[in-house]
């Protein structure tokens, strides 16, 4: 890490304002120290912008805005938890042989309706909720479901059955989309899992490292004048 890093880590507010000496050289403390390893900690569970944001609250000396800003980030990560806790179980719960998508043309919504045995208004609704991506016939207009959204549908109608709700299936059909298919989503949900146990790990040892420069403030005997000054930059 270049001086001048370290530097503008003290202009942003990341680190405490430091002492001069006669020279006009900055002097640097453990306490300074400490503070940059907070940063650096929190930066790879909170990203860059918000580890700023805390360690410019702790040292206003305005540790209720640093501890919501904490706080927000483990609700945000337990959401998404959730969430791929969620696409875990409703893969478990479809048949283990994924619906073959049918071939030829595509189905118009009356057929769709028939082959599934719901309305067609059924079908709307899951348009509606994103779950289903009809193409239009460009000359009729009407809705027309190719071999994706037929299978889709049936994905939708076998988790409708297994009493999931329309918002819960919506997220897996998207999972399911953007993992290009059901080996896909498995190995993604995988992946998934492992970022999820990283960035709650990160998020361990950035509080880890901002408790050790909290302390270290507390036995610190420095003045409040700086832990008021307003931010730079």
């Known amino acids: ?99 073959i998508p049918v071939q030829g043309r595509p189905l118009t919504v009356g057929e769709l309706a028939r082959r599934l045995g719901v309305h067609p208004g059924t079908l709307r609704s899951w348009e509606t909720e994103g779950i289903l991506r009809p193409e239009r016939n460009p000359a009729t207009g009407y809705r027309e479901y190719g071999p994706d959204c037929v299978r889709d549908a049936e994905i ?24 290009g298919g059901a080996d896909a989503l498995s190995a993604f949900l995988g992946s998934w899992q492992d970022r999820l ?13 901002l408790d050790a420069y909290l302390t270290l403030l507390d036995q610190t005997c420095v003045g409040e004048s700086w832990r008021s000054r307003p931010t730079v930059g």
């Open 1 to 99: 890490m270049s001086a001048q890093a370290i530097r503008n880590y003290e202009d942003a507010g990341i680190l405490p304002p430091t002492e001069r000496s006669e020279t006009g050289y900055r002097r640097y403390t453990p306490l300074h120290a400490q503070a940059l390893r907070a940063f650096l900690a929190l930066r790879r569970g909170h990203g860059h912008q918000q580890a700023m944001e805390i360690m410019r609250a702790t040292n206003q000396g305005d540790t209720e805005s640093a501890y919501r800003l904490i706080d927000a980030a483990h609700v945000a990560l337990l959401a998404e938890r959730d969430t791929r806790t969620e696409v875990a179980t409703s893969l478990g719960s479809l048949s283990t042989t994924m619906p």
């Open 156 to 179: 939708a109608r076998q988790l409708r059955r297994g009493g999931y709700l329309l918002r819960q299936v919506a997220r897996f059909i998207e999972s399911l989309r953007e993992a």
């Open 197 to 209: 146990a990283t960035r709650s790990r990160n998020l361990l040892a950035g509080a880890a490292q």
